[in-house]
């Protein structure tokens, strides 16, 4: 009898023990949504100007009429392309050197014809919030330094997903649990006290590594003790968990101003979770697979009493044996074998594309709410409620509708939101930019739903032989989307104003719709057995008369 049988058979898929266990362990979804939705906060960017040379203790906020005097004189002024009003200008200041402190430009000398260049040093206002950028200098010619921050978190994650995926199989699920929270503890006061940029990046590498942990071993556990017909329910539902997170981050980043702080406060409840190296079991399934049948089987008695059902003895050490013969006939098929067939290679390279758009999307526009026009901390509130719904959405229609026109439908939901959201850019005025933001809303509606269902139907498309390298082929392909995405929004800040607020939307957009077109060619898996093996998945969904690729 399989693990999977045990499960079904005796001690039940989803009984109140499973559930507190579920809980607890979807919890630190909360923690992973902190860690990383942070950027949004903490490389904001505040309002700023070049430092006056003249002035040592110059500040952003007007000190007396002769202080004004001195800006106007120092600093060109610039047209806003939506409004035609004049401000002054982030990057720039005047070179000349002859000119005499105190003089006020008209209006219509503002753009005179001085030289000008770009300034080293920045003063910023601290009125509404002081973050990294204010810190490390991160705007101007130096903003680059914000996509490097976030582009290091990925590369973080990326080798987070290897190390914590093989520790997790050979140490235990628990034990790789916990220690990814320490890990991601002293990440973050490094992080907190970091004086300088190299020691904040480091610090992000980390916690990307750590973080990856928390929010993959926590999936894999739960995919363990919860029955297989349950298994989708309980894979969507732990999102909703991380939107929670969503929602914790917005109203402390509202209340806490100062980043660092708001670091700190984020970060220090996972120490709580430590306390799981008592309370939670470690997974029975992984027991098994190591020998260890009377731990297994006190968990999985536990399991069977909360459901009013006994496990009969001996009945493990059966499952231990066809679990071995099992992953000996799973070792013997090769990733690469994915690739060998045509019908695969197309698959494959379908899914492939299709994570690597997703998380070149999502992040590309979650991580990039600031520079949406209007209220950061409104626009952060309105982006969780429609990933939140979007999640809901999927939860109630999956199981209706399917996997395929579901995905598919969301990612041309969210392409045509990112699309159209450009026309008010490039053709209205400043009044249209709430119907811009609200376009952009759509689409981080269809990219969250595809996202809530995009795990589930790579691992029923895959042959059972070889998904779990499948698996981590399909999350390399997301990373490099996650690495791409700020500097697909770094790259509009060197454009003008319209084509730079609009450019991002134009490429989430487009691979979008891409992605949503070739997920189409895919076979639907609702209602289906899962293929086992290579030849089970060449001839996977040819009976499908909906399916494109046979």
Not at 191 to 215: I, K, M
Request: hydrophobic fraction near 45%; charge should be neutral.
């Amino acid at each position: 009898m399989k693990f999977d049988d045990i499960l079904e058979k005796e001690a039940g898929e989803f009984g109140p023990y499973q559930k507190k266990i579920y809980v607890l362990v979807c919890l630190p979804a909360v923690i992973a949504a902190f860690l990383t939705l942070l950027p949004v906060f903490i490389l904001a960017v505040p309002k700023h100007r070049c430092h006056l040379p003249e002035l040592a203790n110059d500040t952003y906020a007007v000190q007396s009429v002769w202080h004004q005097q001195l800006i106007n004189a120092s600093i060109p002024w610039k047209k806003d392309e939506y409004d035609d009003r004049w401000e002054l200008s982030q990057c720039h200041i005047f070179n000349d050197e002859d000119e005499k402190p105190g003089t006020v430009w008209k209006e219509s000398e503002y753009n005179r014809n001085t030289s000008q260049s770009e300034c080293n040093e920045w003063v910023f206002d601290e009125s509404e919030y002081i973050t990294a950028v204010t810190d490390y200098k991160m705007v101007c010619k130096n903003s680059i330094l914000k996509s490097h921050f976030i582009m290091i978190t990925f590369c973080g994650s990326f080798l987070g997903a290897f190390i914590t995926g093989s520790f997790s199989d050979l140490f235990g699920r628990k034990l790789v649990f916990v220690s990814s929270l320490l890990v991601a503890m002293v990440a973050t006061v490094v992080q907190v006290l970091s004086p300088f940029y190299w020691l904040f990046l480091a610090s992000r590498f980390v916690l990307g590594l750590s973080g990856s942990g928390v929010f993959s071993v926590s999936f894999v556990y739960i995919m363990e003790v919860v029955g297989p017909s349950y298994r989708m329910f309980a894979g969507i539902f732990i999102e909703l968990f991380w939107c929670a997170g969503l929602f914790l981050l917005v109203g402390a980043a509202y209340w806490i101003r100062y980043w660092r702080y708001l670091v700190a406060a984020m970060s220090f409840p996972a120490l709580l979770f430590i306390s799981y190296i008592w309370i939670i079991p470690e997974s029975p399934r992984w027991l098994i697979s190591r020998g260890k049948y009377d731990q297994a089987e006190k968990v999985l008695q536990k399991i069977a009493k909360s459901n009013k059902r006994q496990i009969p003895e001996g009945l493990l050490e059966d499952t231990f044996k066809e679990e071995k013969n099992s992953d000996t006939k799973k070792e013997a098929a090769k990733v690469w074998r994915l690739f060998s067939h045509r019908i695969l290679l197309f698959r494959t390279l379908i899914i492939a594309f299709n994570r690597f758009a997703l998380d070149l999307t999502y992040y590309g526009i979650s991580l990039n709410i600031g520079h949406l026009s209007g209220n950061l901390y409104l626009n952060y509130t309105l982006s969780s409620v429609v990933e939140t719904l979007a999640t809901i959405c999927v939860l109630l229609l999956i199981f209706r509708l399917g996997r395929r026109p579901l995905y598919g439908g969301s990612m041309v939901i969210s392409a045509a939101g990112f699309l159209f959201s450009s026309l008010p850019i490039f053709f209205g005025e400043s009044d249209d930019s709430k119907f811009s933001v609200a376009l952009v809303m759509v689409g981080k509606f269809g990219v969250s739903a595809a996202y809530a269902i995009i795990y589930v139907y790579c691992s029923e498309i895959f042959p059972t032989s070889v998904r779990s390298s499948a698996m981590a082929l399909m999350y390399i392909s997301g990373m490099i989307g996650g690495v791409i995405s700020p500097y697909v929004v770094g790259m509009s800040e060197s454009m003008g104003e319209r084509m730079g607020a609009a450019f991002p939307m134009i490429v989430f957009g487009s691979v979008s719709l891409v992605a949503g077109l070739l997920s189409l060619l895919l076979p639907e898996t609702k209602d289906k057995v899962m293929p086992e093996y290579i030849k089970d998945a060449v001839h996977f969904g040819n009976h499908d008369s909906s399916s494109l690729v046979v």
